[in-house]
């Protein structure tokens, strides 16, 4: 066994040996595997072997969509057979809410190069002639789809890692990893030592067991996941013996099940409510290739549910039962990528989906280290899209929730409510007795819309208007018609200081940093590449020290891209501070005059200008106050200790009532933000697109000196953009307005995609952000973008169509 490595991966499933193969392949050969028992043992070894392209992650997707191809190449590089039965995969829908739901997943599906085809009830009878139809609204069809023998994949994995010069030791249990004194690693076994630069977390059922041995968080726990095998059926059988292909994977989404073919019987795997977690404390020691006692109950109603929609699988005796453990996040996607507080410890952690995303999700890590960064927008499975919050019995209670929830209709707007409310701001009483609807990031409770009187306090999920639409639009016109009130606590908040302070932030961001004490600049950190990879709201608070803001969501990824660069003389001192001070927006018209009455500061424009802050009292209470917002009116963020908080809402509230002031939501702030073309990290802003393809070219000082992804930007633009920021109005909207991850079409060529958008209640007009070729992406030129199947006409408008001048902002 080697002593030093460039790279140690933990873990022999098979997506830890897909990292070890593609690490191989991107030229670092110098890589080992250890696993404690054997390939496969864990889960791999009893997976179902399904391939579904289908997610509503545009990054999950991809990483489906790489594996569905790639396991193909891995056969014929290897000469393994990895047992890929390309079938196709037939999606049933019982109700309009879940073809909504297979609508809008096409519309993203097809910006990203995977094929769909929607059957009517008919055309499922054709391609599933033993499929009772009755009660279909119709189903969707991937014809690449299928299934693959897991065990056999992982071992090409292995042969082709092994191919390209790396090693794997079986039967070597990692009992500890430590930080040498030279900033390396010691992995310590039971056969030995091995001193590496990086390591890799691919541990499955361990995975929490494995980041506690390392001291980092990796907020993973497995679930039980049953799944039956029948035995032959003569119309099976009979199939075979006439060289009929295999039947396509069958998932009824309503009743929550999967079914395919299995040796001429049949395979059915329920996602079932009550399906425990497991493992809580670890995984026992003995544990290898075990199953747990079947419990044929819980599966009952989806037993019922399959026999009425396929009646030949209550016709064969029950052959065998698998119960095995199957990882789960809180959200149910994966966490690839950097752990959050460790250099060069890596996570490819919690994949329910495993067989499927394994070989995507390896291609993406190992560019990720060999590169510098993915090729696509990882954000939606960071490791770090979870904080300190997600513990032991969160996790139970979610993750379970999560299963139960795989084929639930999966609505953008959707709030699920395990373990909830959980992290809760003062005012979360006062925001709740006036109607608010909340929903949850980060683990925060935050109203995303107020309920008007006498009407429930309730979301109705769709992707169409719902009942929320209505009270959102008052929302919006109070907001620009008199003044209104945001909890907006949850922003993630830093304090940049000491000697070293201003030179090491001004190398991260793209912007120059404000100069003046109390000057606030918006400032944008870029991948190497020349993508955006965080947004800071930026003030001075003195000639060393600065108050940074960014997405609450992103706390934890903003807070270990800072950590993991401070300099090592100890010149610049981080804290995180978030959770020391809670934020209130005022906004609106009114705005001035309803401060005005609780500060004795002078708020005019000479004196408090626009992109300003100041300490003042608020009431009682000391406050930075800010003069920014994202909804593009007159308005301050009010930032105070977190204890005050509510002595400030009731002075501002009972201060505004004779100003019409009322709380606002975040549904309401995406509105009126998407009416300003203000873009959010994660959808306009990505490391898919550089800063000056999302139209940041106030924000990119490229001649201020050297800057973190200067360089990459720069190689970007001399290559040639292959997108550009644009603003749409969307004409002919009915009921549905565009969200984010619609198609846009300049007659049959797809030439870009909506990120984001909405109803823009200031301008009467439906909008869409997104990106086209630059070459198209001139005002007054028009396109059509898909909403839930049906073509719209869109038109190129002006970049910030309400106040573009903004004259609000500056009043």
């Known amino acids: 066994m080697k002593t030093h490595a460039r790279v140690v991966v933990i873990g022999g499933g098979v997506v830890g040996v897909s990292t070890l193969y593609h690490l191989a392949k991107f030229g670092w050969d110098d890589v080992v595997l250890c696993e404690r028992t054997e390939l496969t043992a864990g889960s791999t070894w009893h997976a179902a072997g399904l391939l579904p392209l289908f997610n509503m992650s545009y990054s999950v997707g991809q990483i489906h969509k790489y594996s569905v191809r790639f396991y193909q190449e891995l056969q014929e590089e290897t000469g393994q057979n990895v047992g890929f039965v390309k079938c196709g995969n037939l999606r049933l829908a019982n109700t309009k809410e879940r073809m909504d739901e297979y609508r809008h997943y096409a519309g993203t599906a097809r910006t990203i190069g995977i094929d769909v085809d929607f059957l009517t009830p008919s055309e499922v009878a054709e391609v599933w002639p033993l499929c009772n139809t009755e009660g279909l609204v119709g189903a969707i069809l991937h014809p690449e789809d299928g299934y693959i023998q897991p065990s056999d994949l992982t071992f090409a994995f292995a042969k082709g890692a092994r191919a390209r010069g790396a090693e794997i030791y079986t039967r070597t249990k990692v009992t500890a990893v430590e930080?040498?004194?030279?900033?390396?690693?010691?992995v310590t076994t039971d056969r030995g030592e091995i001193i590496c630069e990086h390591v890799v977390c691919a541990t499955g059922n361990h995975g929490r067991e494995t980041g506690e041995m390392i001291g980092v968080n990796i907020p993973t726990i497995p679930v039980e996941h049953q799944y039956i095998v029948t035995e032959p059926h003569p119309a099976l059988q009979e199939r075979k013996a006439a060289g009929l292909p295999e039947l396509p994977i069958l998932r009824?989404?309503?009743?929550?099940?999967?079914?395919?073919?299995?040796?001429?019987?049949?395979?059915?795997?329920?996602?079932e409510v009550g399906a425990p977690a497991c493992f809580l404390d670890g995984v026992p020691h003995d544990?290898?290739?075990?199953?747990?006692?079947?419990?044929?109950?819980?599966l009952e109603p989806h037993i019922e549910a399959c026999i009425h929609r396929v009646p030949i699988f209550g016709e064969v005796g029950v052959k065998q039962v698998f119960n095995g453990p199957i990882a789960y996040t809180p959200d149910g996607s994966p966490m690839v990528g950097p752990a959050a507080g460790a250099p060069n410890i890596w996570v490819n952690e919690g994949h329910s989906f495993g067989i499927t995303a394994a070989g995507g999700a390896g291609w993406q890590l190992a560019l990720w280290m060999t590169e510098g960064e993915p090729s696509i927008d990882m954000l939606g499975v960071d490791p770090r899209r979870f904080g300190e919050y997600a513990g032991k019995a969160f996790l139970k209670t979610k993750n379970e929730e999560a299963y139960a929830n795989v084929f639930t209709v999966h609505y953008h707007d959707e709030e699920r409510p395990a373990a909830r409310p959980f992290r809760r701001t003062p005012c979360y009483d006062r925001m709740k007795d006036r109607g608010a609807v909340f929903g949850q990031l980060f683990g925060w409770e935050r109203p995303n819309w107020f309920a008007p009187e006498g009407t429930e306090a309730k979301d109705v999920w769709s992707f169409r208007r719902s009942n929320y639409f209505e009270p959102v639009g008052q929302e919006c016109r109070?907001?620009?018609?008199?003044?209104?009130?945001?909890?907006?606590?949850?922003?993630?908040?830093?304090l940049v200081s000491g000697p070293g302070a201003e030179a090491w932030l001004d190398r991260l961001v793209a912007n120059r940093l404000p100069k003046k004490i109390g000057r606030i600049g918006l400032c944008h950190a870029l991948t190497p590449k020349g993508g955006v990879r965080s947004e800071f709201t930026i003030m001075r608070d003195a000639p060393d020290r600065f108050y940074l803001v960014s997405a609450g969501a992103w706390e934890l990824f903003d807070y270990d891209f800072l950590e993991k660069r401070l300099p090592a003389d100890g010149s610049v001192r981080?804290?995180?501070?978030?959770?020391?001070?809670?934020?209130?927006?005022?906004?609106?018209?009114?705005?001035?005059?309803?401060l005005s009455q609780v500060t004795d500061a002078?708020?005019?424009?000479?004196?408090?200008?626009?992109?300003?802050?100041?300490?003042?009292?608020?009431?009682?209470?000391?406050?930075?106050?800010?003069?920014?917002?994202?909804?593009?009116?007159?308005?301050?963020e009010i930032h105070h200790p977190i204890e005050m908080q509510n002595h400030i809402f009731d002075v501002l509230m009972e201060a505004g009532?004779?100003?019409?002031?009322?709380?606002?939501?975040?549904?309401?702030?995406?509105?009126?933000?998407?009416?300003?073309?203000?873009?959010?990290?994660?959808?306009?802003?990505?490391?898919?697109?550089?800063?000056?393809?999302?139209?940041?070219?106030?924000?990119?000082?490229?001649?201020?000196?050297?800057?973190?992804?200067?360089?990459?930007?720069?190689?970007?633009?001399?290559?040639?953009?292959?997108?550009?920021?644009?603003?749409?109005?969307?004409?002919?909207?009915?009921?549905?307005?565009p969200i984010g991850n619609e198609p846009i079409y300049l007659g049959d060529e797809l030439v870009g995609r909506a990120t984001g958008g909405g109803y823009g209640w200031r301008l009467g007009k439906s909008l869409a952000l997104g990106f086209v070729r630059p070459d198209l992406a001139e005002e007054g030129n028009e396109f059509e973008i898909d909403i839930l199947g049906k073509l719209h006409p869109a038109k190129i408008i002006e970049e910030s169509p309400y106040d573009p001048d903004n004259e609000k902002l500056r009043a």
């Not at 009824?252 to 996602?271: F, T």
């Not at 544990?287 to 819980?298: A, H, M, S, V």
């Open 179 to 186: 930080r040498t004194p030279g900033g390396e690693w010691k």
């Open 252 to 271: 009824e989404s309503d009743h929550s099940y999967y079914l395919r073919e299995e040796r001429q019987g049949l395979l059915l795997g329920p996602y």
């Open 287 to 298: 544990f290898e290739n075990d199953l747990f006692p079947e419990d044929l109950d819980r």
């Open 478 to 494: 109070n907001v620009h018609e008199n003044a209104g009130l945001l909890d907006m606590s949850a922003f993630a908040k830093f």
């Open 574 to 594: 981080l804290d995180r501070i978030t959770t020391q001070y809670g934020v209130l927006v005022l906004s609106g018209p009114k705005a001035r005059d309803i």
């Open 602 to 636: 002078d708020l005019s424009s000479a004196a408090f200008p626009w992109l300003s802050g100041k300490r003042i009292d608020v009431g009682l209470a000391p406050c930075r106050v800010m003069r920014v917002n994202f909804v593009g009116e007159l308005g301050w």
């Open 657 to 737: 009532k004779p100003h019409g002031l009322m709380p606002f939501g975040i549904r309401a702030m995406n509105s009126l933000r998407v009416e300003k073309s203000y873009r959010l990290i994660g959808t306009e802003l990505s490391i898919e697109y550089a800063a000056l393809e999302s139209g940041l070219q106030r924000f990119v000082n490229l001649n201020k000196g050297d800057f973190f992804g200067r360089d990459g930007l720069t190689q970007w633009q001399e290559r040639g953009f292959k997108n550009a920021f644009i603003t749409l109005e969307v004409g002919e909207i009915e009921d549905a307005d």
